[in-house]
């Protein structure tokens, strides 16, 4: 790979660890928006959660279909952008504790941005891994990158447990 793959590396597994902490801690928080944290009926939260994704996954599409056209013109600014909305998003998701009776608004919210974070996120990637590349050998960075980020996403998941 080429020499600044390390310091990338870095910045991006500090930044993959903290957002899977944040992401367990925000899911926390809505299930207990949600009544499951109190002794609620089971029922009624799953199918509150249902909606939530359901609804989330629909925005996320109706939003992509107008910016998927751009990621190539300004990678590392729509990186950027995508890493903002997933901490919006995460933001959204710790707040429905204080709202609960918004949760389903709320929830939906932060899931389309979550999905257009992912989205961004995943496709702005595909840009920085090729400039990584010393020869033809991009799958091979791809797959490296993916297992760097589930590590280090269990990591920052299992940093919440301790």
């Not at 899977?20 to 509150?48: D, K, M, R, T, W």
């Amino acid at each position: 790979v080429a020499p600044n793959y390390l310091p990338y590396v870095g910045w991006r597994s500090l930044c993959m660890a903290s957002g899977a902490a944040n992401g367990v801690l925000a899911s926390s928080f809505l299930l207990y928006a949600v009544g499951l944290g109190q002794g609620a009926i089971p029922v009624a939260g799953a199918v509150n959660w249902v909606l939530k994704d359901g609804l989330g996954q629909a925005g996320t599409l109706l939003m992509a279909r107008f910016m998927a056209q751009t990621f190539d013109d300004n990678a590392r600014g729509w990186y950027i952008r995508g890493t903002l909305l997933m901490n919006i998003a995460i933001g959204i998701e710790i707040a429905t504790c204080f709202a609960p009776e918004y949760f389903l608004f709320m929830g939906a919210a932060a899931n389309s941005l979550k999905g257009l974070a992912w989205l961004t996120l995943g496709a702005t990637c595909s840009a920085f891994n090729m400039a990584f590349q010393k020869k033809s050998n991009i799958a091979d960075i791809y797959a490296r990158s993916t297992t760097q980020s589930i590590t280090v996403s269990l990591l920052g998941t299992g940093a919440v447990a301790l």
